[in-house]
């Protein structure tokens, strides 16, 4: 989640006119670019992971137990780590950061994230991960569409989510040492949630953004971190839904 303040009050929502056309247009191309960004992103992510899994090398980084578990090694370590890194990087350091370097930024982590989630070929079967991934994209798509489209104002859930999202954190962070099969189904459950109401709720906050940096130098900037936004929704949203309906390899 990249660290916004909320840009709804104030919004100058209601023109005519040629003023109207023109900002209609500029949302569109912004939101384009946006999304854009997004799948670009997940497709390099996508890409960087089946072909690291198949081509062997993904043993560098990370070691299938005979339980099917992964044990990463100290590389493994940093590659799963520096994604985090880089995110607080881009969100902290947008106002020192050139629109270039944030560019290049997100494109590393993409790839940096395709190393990570690698892991994934080890664990689940390929049809199953295809299924997931296209059952993702289309309910990504349904609610980014609601997101952008809907008169109802979603700041309200901003607080209720993010909240959310902490304690989900948190409970997951204790269930790596519980090691609970019912509480990681239900975190499983709640996290699908919680990301498919981020999905309206960002996509709705990204596109109000537009009316504070249309014609300004941190319009580039502000595509980027939306695509990253989203970008996170998704994975978290496909992971979380791979848990519960993805077959496992004997």
């Not at 799963?80 to 106002?95: D, K, N, R, W």
């Not at 939306?226 to 390899?249: C, E, P, V």
């Amino acid at each position: 989640m990249a660290d916004w303040s909320d840009p709804r009050t104030g919004a100058p929502y209601v023109t005519a006119g040629a003023g109207a056309d023109a900002r209609d247009a500029g949302l569109r191309s912004y939101m384009l670019s946006v999304y854009n960004y997004m799948a670009s992103g997940v497709l390099l992510t996508g890409i960087v992971a089946l072909l690291f899994a198949k081509s062997g090398a993904i043993a560098v980084l990370f070691t299938e137990q005979a339980n099917g578990a992964v044990s990463p090694s100290l590389l493994g370590w940093i590659v799963m780590l520096a994604p985090l890194g880089i995110v607080l990087v881009m969100s902290f350091g947008q106002m020192r950061l050139s629109t270039p370097a944030m560019q290049a930024l997100y494109w590393v982590y993409a790839t940096v994230m395709g190393l990570s989630l690698s892991t994934i070929f080890l664990r689940y079967t390929d049809t199953s991960i295809a299924q997931v991934f296209f059952a993702t994209a289309a309910g990504f798509a349904g609610l980014s569409l609601w997101g952008y489209t809907t008169k109802r104002d979603l700041s309200g859930m901003g607080t209720f989510l993010i909240m959310g999202l902490v304690g989900l954190i948190v409970a997951s962070i204790i269930n790596l040492f519980l090691q609970s099969g019912p509480l990681s189904l239900a975190l499983s459950v709640i996290g699908v949630l919680l990301f498919a109401g981020l999905t309206a709720y960002d996509t709705q906050k990204i596109k109000s953004m537009y009316f504070y940096v249309q014609g300004s130098d941190m319009r580039g900037k502000a595509v980027v971190l939306g695509a990253l936004t989203l970008y996170l929704d998704f994975i978290n949203m496909f992971l979380f839904l791979l848990r519960l309906f993805g077959s496992q390899r004997n």
